[in-house]
């Protein structure tokens, strides 16, 4: 069985952009799954719900990759190569979910992941330093 490494993207927003933190609050919801993760389809993620279901999806993770004038947003998967539209027809879908589709009570989970992950990734002094020179060479120049 041959597999696909793929990637899904639009552009995103660059560093100091407006609508850079609600597009890392979507990501957030969009989240990742792996087919060997124990939580499977009972993840918070839709998306994870949606494509757990399916034999041929292996693994997905949504990502944010900002510049200094735009960016890129997206979905990482590895699939199966007859499962390859599919999934992008599910992440698609996903993408549409997040605009016409959405509670505020999963904005506000969205949210709160976000601010979960950023604090463990500043889990120490080197983390903290090179997060302070980032904001510095991104906002300050």
């Known amino acids: 069985m ?3 490494f793929g990637a899904l ?3 995103g927003a660059s560093w100091t952009h407006p609508h850079n933190i609600p597009l890392m609050v979507a990501n957030t919801l ?3 799954w792996d087919r060997t993760n124990a939580v499977g389809i009972n993840a918070p993620s839709r998306l994870a719900q949606s494509l757990g279901l399916s034999a041929r999806v292996q693994s997905f993770q949504a990502f944010n ?3 200094k004038d735009t960016g890129l947003v997206g979905v990482y998967f ?3 190569q007859n499962g390859a539209r599919a999934v992008v027809d599910s992440i698609t879908q996903q993408w549409i979910d997040l605009c016409d589709n959405i509670t505020e009570e999963e904005v506000e989970r969205g949210k709160r992941s976000l601010l ?3 604090s463990l990734m ?3 002094s080197t983390p903290i330093c090179e997060d302070i020179g980032r904001i510095r060479i991104f ?3």
């Open 2 to 4: 041959s597999m696909v």
């Open 9 to 11: 993207a639009v552009e």
């Open 30 to 32: 969009i989240g990742q």
């Open 65 to 67: 990759t900002c510049y």
């Open 78 to 80: 590895v699939c199966e």
């Open 116 to 118: 979960t992950n950023i």
């Open 122 to 124: 500043l889990d120490g």
């Open 139 to 141: 906002y300050w120049f």
